[in-house]
């Protein structure tokens, strides 16, 4: 079993910067892909940014493009998403997956078998 646990997140001014980082809880750890996805109030669940566990090879959606950053570090388990250039819409709950299967794309939620509980990101205008 694979839990994946979150933290990082916060209240900060538009225009402001937060890393949120999410980490594997087992110690042996492979994967296909990590993934961030966000879900803001009333709205469905939204692909963010996606990395490849092998080589580091990043993804990220249009919306968060140039101002987002996906990054691993497999000698520590854990995944990051420096988010920098924050703005109101970017409000949301984020939650970090793994695709440790292979199972289909990997810029949608059916795309990954674990989640971690998410953390509260609350960008202010």
């Known amino acids: 079993q694979v839990q994946l646990v979150e933290s990082g997140g916060g209240l900060v001014q538009a225009g402001g910067s937060l890393r949120l980082s999410c980490a594997v809880s087992r110690r042996t750890f492979s994967a296909y892909f990590m993934g961030w996805f966000r879900q803001a109030p009333g709205k469905e669940h939204e692909f963010v940014a996606r990395i490849s566990w092998v080589n580091g090879n990043p993804h990220y959606a249009d919306s968060v493009e140039g101002r987002f950053t996906i990054s691993r570090d497999k000698a520590k388990n854990t995944v990051y998403l420096q988010m920098n250039s924050l703005k109101p819409e970017d409000t949301a709950v984020y939650y970090c997956?793994?695709?440790?299967?292979?199972?289909?794309?990997?810029?949608?939620?059916?795309?990954?078998?674990?989640w971690g509980q998410g953390t509260q990101v609350t960008v202010s205008s």
């Open positions: 997956a793994a695709q440790t299967t292979a199972r289909g794309s990997a810029l949608i939620r059916s795309g990954y078998d674990y």
